[in-house]
């Protein structure tokens, strides 16, 4: 981040004051959880994924986010035309390449889902290193490797697909490429609950849908929120059950004051 930037904060109350609508194909774990987090951080959520209506509704959306979790035909067909038409009239998508790796049949749809020109690619450590070609030490959707470990593939995905991405962990770690930015904060409660990282994606694209000249800073704020918010919710919290409400509370009443006094951000 540099003196030219809008910090977190002022993205925080610039992305409520626009109440941006968000495409989010996601997955059927992911929906509610998804929904509500977008709502209390002050988003609009739609979850549109019929490759009958997808395409249309993305010209309307400020962003689309794609996360392909639980993968059909009419899904896939669903993505494919939500993110061509995103990409037609100029909004911001943002692909989330959940445990790509696992089987050759995700392998081939986050391949052609890479050719229509992602914005943003929110992953944890080992789908990024294993999407830059790296070897990864992943177990489905769980990550066996650390965010540190990650980031110079992150930094070359991100050269070589001409996007920025974000690499969530312990510690996150956002790239454009040429500059990495390194977030801390958040929960070790946060992995243990279903679909938060699926969520996260999400308002992702609602930061990118505000501000889709500057996807980098975008999908900073985004980390950042969650961080904050998740560092705060764990101070009361007893356990997953406990977290999720008081997570959402946060992510509710969290200002963008509050949150640039309480953010750890760190440039490379």
């Given amino acids: 981040m540099n003196a030219q930037t809008e910090t977190p904060g002022q993205l925080l109350d610039a992305m409520r004051r626009a109440n941006p609508l968000v495409q989010c194909i996601t997955n059927y774990v992911a929906m509610n959880i998804a929904a509500n987090v977008m709502l209390a951080a002050g988003a609009s959520p739609a979850m ?8 249309e509704f993305a010209a309307i959306a400020g962003s689309v986010t794609i996360n392909i979790g639980t993968l059909s035909d009419s ?12 990409n037609a009239a100029g909004k911001p998508w943002v692909l989330d390449p959940v445990a790509h790796y696992a089987t050759s049949f995700r392998r081939q749809v986050t ?27 992943g177990q489905g959707v769980d990550s066996g490797d650390s965010t540190q470990a990650a980031e110079g593939s992150a930094m070359a995905l991100a050269q070589r697909l001409a996007c920025v991405v974000a690499v969530t962990g312990e510690v996150d770690f956002v790239t454009d490429g040429s500059r990495g930015v390194r977030i801390s904060g958040g929960s070790e409660t946060m992995p243990k609950i279903t679909a938060l990282g699926c969520s996260l994606t999400c308002l992702v694209g609602a930061f990118a849908a505000v501000r889709p000249s500057a996807p980098m800073d975008a999908a900073v704020a985004a980390l950042a929120v969650f961080a904050a918010a998740g560092e705060d919710a764990a101070r009361t919290a007893k ?20 949150l640039d006094a309480q953010i750890r951000i760190s440039a490379l």
């Fill in 239 to 258: 356990g997953p059950g406990s977290f999720s409400p008081l997570f959402l509370d946060r992510l509710a009443n969290l200002t963008g004051a509050e």
């Fill in 48 to 55: 549109v994924s019929a490759v009958e209506e997808a395409g």
């Fill in 75 to 86: 899904w896939i067909g669903g993505m494919k035309a939500a993110a061509a038409a995103a």
């Fill in 111 to 137: 391949a052609e889902l890479l050719e229509l020109s992602p914005t943003i690619i929110r992953g944890n450590a080992s789908e990024i290193l294993a999407l830059a070609g790296t070897q990864a030490r």
